[in-house]
């Protein structure tokens, strides 16, 4: 394909680091605002957190915005050295990181956001600058030959709670989901939503049951830290339920989410890492112009 050919169907598309950019910040959106969620930020309340709100939790994504852009446009004029890129990436990320920070009086709102949505939109800008589709599978395996390389500019160790849990429980997180080509988000959450949009459900539906099925699958490092082993079976298998009692809207599930929101909330722990897939999944989903489900809303 020409340049030419290519600057041609980039107009026709509209696909610009910056259309990319705020497609993240709307998924991040759409995650916070979907309502109502098992002990995360929505509408409603705080859920399980005592330092987050719906309005911080906005806020911080509208605050993102130019990172997001800054990671699409590194992909977009990337050429084939993705060492380079990876370096490149790393910084903008750690700066997005300390901007998040600044922004939010010191509370992580989006570190999780940052690492995942940022491998995505940096793998679907450079993707779409050499004019392919933008199928979730291709997306996400992009974003995985970038995780899997090291970023030499980051620390060693972190002491985050979610590399604390990985280390003491022996699960991947949010590192090893990303090398693995992001598994809980095109073979379990984008499955999950079309499904439920494609038997009638409304678009608010559709979002909690993709969120569900996340939660069920996910060794969720924000449940592990908070709620050890036992809270991570015990949520998993609560999501699970409310599948198996026929998705959020069901009288019966709704009866098993608010018994599920009920436990997590007595437990204090919050799957924040679904929460960060879920996003990534809208995304990813907003991105596919292979599939012809519209994507309304509720």
Not at 234 to 253: H, P
Not at 287 to 298: I, Y
């Amino acid at each position: 394909m020409t340049t030419m050919t290519l600057q041609i169907q980039q107009r026709k598309t509209g696909l610009t680091p910056a259309v990319l950019a705020r497609q993240v910040v709307q998924a991040l959106l759409d995650e916070v605002t979907l309502t109502p969620k098992p002990g995360l930020v929505d509408l409603r309340s705080r859920g399980a957190h005592t330092d987050l709100n719906w309005a911080l939790m906005s806020h911080s994504a509208c605050t993102l915005q130019p990172v997001f852009a800054a990671l699409a446009g590194a992909g977009w004029h990337a050429d084939q050295d993705d060492d380079s890129l990876r370096q490149q990436i790393g910084r903008i990320g750690r700066h997005g990181e300390a901007l998040m920070m600044a922004a939010t009086g010191g509370v992580n709102t989006h570190r999780g956001a940052i690492w995942a949505l940022g491998l995505l939109v940096t793998a679907a800008a450079q993707l779409g600058a050499r004019g392919a589709q933008l199928a979730p599978a291709a997306v996400a395996e992009r974003a995985a030959a970038l995780a899997r390389l090291p970023d030499r500019g980051a620390p060693p160790e972190t002491g985050n709670k979610g590399e604390l849990a990985c280390r003491q429980y022996q699960v991947g997180g949010a590192r090893g989901q990303a090398m693995a080509a992001f598994p809980h988000v095109v073979d379990v959450g984008l499955p999950c939503l079309r499904a439920s949009r494609a038997r009638g459900d409304t678009e608010t539906t559709a979002r909690l049951n993709a969120l569900l099925a996340i939660v069920a699958q996910l060794d969720d490092t924000c449940v592990l830290s908070r709620g050890g082993k036992e809270g991570l079976l015990d949520l998993q298998a609560g999501a699970a339920q409310v599948l198996a009692a026929g998705g959020a809207a069901s009288q019966e599930g709704s009866a098993a989410l608010l018994a599920l929101e009920a436990q997590v909330l007595a437990r204090r722990v919050s799957p924040g890492g679904a929460a960060d897939l879920l996003a990534a999944t809208l995304f990813l989903d907003s991105l596919d112009n292979t599939h012809g489900v519209p994507h309304g809303t509720a």
